[in-house]
């Protein structure tokens, strides 16, 4: 009895096997077909373990930035209330795949060095050296890479209290000379009006002073004043005569 009880599941087996055997095999050919790899060309980079614990994106490529170069602008010279000039300023970005990047530097980069977004180029009167006319004035150049990365870097140079006219001021000076008697500057001064404020300044050479005649009489001569300021000449007249 055992032996046909045995016999009969080996037949059902058998039936049971024949019965779904197609059914599996499709359901293998099915399974199989999800473990295709995709032809390697499709692939734009490898899949790391980065991919993975999603730190980086697929189908991106990623450089590290090494150095980040400032150029600071050519002007270093300024006049008051004269607007930033940024010629000839860069920013050089360069990768670790050796590409590097160019950008011109534009006026939103620039802030005082506290952060101040705008720039006073307009000093009070006592900032500027009494003897120089000048002010030295740093800003700020800060760029930011897209990747996050931040650079700054000092940008210096100079504002003038520029000369704007001259005028010859009081009345003490020579004005009335002999025949053949040489020019005398004693107590000529001129007023120097500047950009901001004003201030008395004494003439102390001769070769300031054009025009001046005395071989015979003239009526009203005109003389020629030139002074002179960090490049800038400025001119003013008064008249003479000889007797």
Same mark, same amino acid.
């Given at each position: 009895?055992?032996?046909?009880?045995?016999?009969?599941?080996?037949?059902?087996?058998?039936?049971?096997?024949?019965?779904?055997?197609?059914?599996?095999?499709?359901?293998?050919? @099915?399974?199989?077909?999800?473990?295709?790899?995709?032809?390697?060309?499709?692939?734009?980079?490898?899949?790391?373990?980065?991919?993975?614990?999603?730190?980086?994106?697929?189908?991106?490529?990623?450089?590290?930035?090494?150095?980040?170069?400032?150029?600071?602008?050519?002007?270093?010279?300024?006049?008051? =209330?004269?607007?930033?000039?940024?010629? =000839? =300023?860069?920013?050089?970005?360069?990768?670790?795949?050796?590409?590097?990047?160019?950008?011109?530097?534009?006026?939103?980069?620039?802030?005082?060095?506290?952060?101040?977004?705008?720039?006073?180029?307009?000093?009070?009167?006592?900032?500027?050296?009494?003897?120089?006319?000048?002010? @030295?004035?740093?800003?700020?150049?800060?760029?930011?890479?897209?990747?996050?990365?931040?650079?700054?870097?000092?940008?210096?140079?100079?504002?003038?209290?520029?000369?704007?006219?001259?005028?010859?001021?009081?009345?003490?000076?020579?004005?009335?000379?002999?025949?053949?008697?040489?020019?005398?500057?004693?107590?000529?001064?001129?007023?120097?009006?500047?950009?901001?404020?004003?201030?008395?300044?004494?003439?102390?050479?001769? @070769?300031?002073?054009?025009?001046?005649?005395?071989?015979?009489?003239?009526?009203?001569?005109?003389?020629?004043?030139?002074?002179?300021?960090?490049?800038?000449?400025?001119?003013?007249?008064?008249?003479?005569?000889?007797?």
């Amino acid at each position: 009895m055992k032996i046909k009880k045995i016999l009969a599941i080996q037949i059902t087996l058998i039936m049971l096997i024949d019965l779904f055997l197609p059914y599996l095999m499709l359901l293998t050919k @099915s399974y199989n077909k999800t473990l295709i790899v995709p032809n390697p060309t499709t692939i734009i980079e490898p899949i790391t373990e980065e991919w993975a614990n999603g730190k980086l994106k697929p189908n991106k490529i990623h450089n590290n930035v090494t150095s980040i170069i400032i150029k600071t602008p050519t002007k270093t010279t300024y006049m008051h =209330g004269e607007e930033l000039d940024l010629a =000839g =300023g860069t920013i050089t970005i360069n990768y670790d795949n050796g590409v590097s990047n160019t950008v011109i530097i534009t006026k939103d980069m620039i802030t005082e060095v506290d952060g101040t977004k705008s720039v006073n180029m307009r000093p009070n009167e006592f900032e500027y050296d009494s003897i120089t006319h000048r002010f @030295s004035k740093t800003v700020q150049i800060t760029y930011t890479d897209a990747s996050g990365v931040t650079v700054t870097k000092p940008y210096t140079f100079d504002i003038i209290n520029d000369i704007k006219s001259i005028s010859v001021y009081g009345d003490k000076h020579k004005i009335i000379y002999n025949v053949k008697e040489p020019l005398d500057i004693m107590n000529l001064e001129i007023l120097v009006r500047r950009a901001i404020g004003t201030s008395i300044v004494a003439v102390t050479d001769p @070769s300031m002073i054009s025009g001046f005649k005395n071989d015979k009489s003239y009526e009203d001569l005109p003389l020629t004043i030139t002074y002179s300021e960090n490049g800038i000449y400025r001119k003013c007249h008064y008249t003479t005569n000889v007797m």
